[in-house]
């Protein structure tokens, strides 16, 4: 079950975190991963980690807010391998701040990364997915898609509209036999989250990420081969019923936190 074999997947953000576990847990099921980023240096590391363990990965170091970039990306992934079966929007930023701490700049950065880095990369593949007639789309939303963040408004602006996003192309593209879906992780432990901590709570790092854990109702936060495991069932032929679906994957954050 689940195999990926002569599949081709494209995953964004594929250098770090969820993107590289979701790109690794692809390529060992079988699939020849394309690994898309803005860090060419990572995207080296993932690769190196793919063919150590027998898979297929190609790189392309990308800025997905960027129209001409993700245009050249999707010509050279065509050229590799003929066709696009999985698209996976991983790629995406933080930002702390409410709404009078947010900067029209901020709200601008968060959009061009997060909104429209997803939309620029559905765009670019639809045309190849409608031609198969087959095609899945899975984009990493957020919590924050559905219940908002506090102190987090251009993150859960950005990822609500992730969410729909995915509703209306997976309402647009059903009848081309295409398949979109999202996932809402709660926290993840990735350099992301490390990030965060280093930069906002220098020298109490590790109080900060016990409070962070404690969040999640059930007490830590998620690994990201957790969401990749989740994230190859909905990719996968055997999830072929599934489209037009939010997947919380939170330790109960959003159910049971109240
Ligand atoms: N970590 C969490 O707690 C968490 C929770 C919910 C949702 N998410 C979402 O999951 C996704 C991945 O998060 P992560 O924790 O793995 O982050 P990460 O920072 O570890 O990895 C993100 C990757 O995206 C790349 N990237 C950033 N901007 C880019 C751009 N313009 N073009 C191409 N690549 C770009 C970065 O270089 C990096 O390699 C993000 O969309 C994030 O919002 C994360």
Known sequence: MFSLAQ????????????????????????????????????????????????????????????????????????????????????????????LETTTEEDLDRVYAVNVKGVYQMMKA???????????????????????????????????????????????????QGIRCNCISPARVHTPFVDGFLAKNYPGREAEMFEKLSKTQPIGRMAEPKEVAALSLYLCSDEAGFLTGCDYPIDGGFIKLNS
């Open 7 to 98: 599949k081709s997947a494209l995953v964004t953000g594929a250098g770090s975190g969820i993107g590289k576990a979701i790109a690794e847990q692809f390529a060992f099921s079988g699939a020849t991963v394309h690994l898309i980023d803005l860090n060419q240096e990572a995207l080296s590391q993932t690769q190196a980690s793919i063919s150590a363990g027998g898979g297929t990965a190609y790189i392309y170091p990308c800025n997905v807010a960027q129209q001409e970039s993700v245009a050249a990306v999707i010509e050279n992934v065509l050229s590799n391998t003929g066709r696009i079966d999985i698209l996976v929007n991983a790629a995406g930023i933080a930002h702390i701040g409410k």
């Open 125 to 175: 593949v639809i045309s190849t997915m409608t031609a198969q007639n087959k095609g899945v789309i899975l984009n990493i939303a957020s919590i924050a898609s559905s219940v908002g963040l506090a102190d987090r408004f251009a993150y859960s602006m950005s990822k609500g509209a992730v969410l729909t996003m995915t509703l209306s192309v997976a309402k647009d593209y059903i009848a």
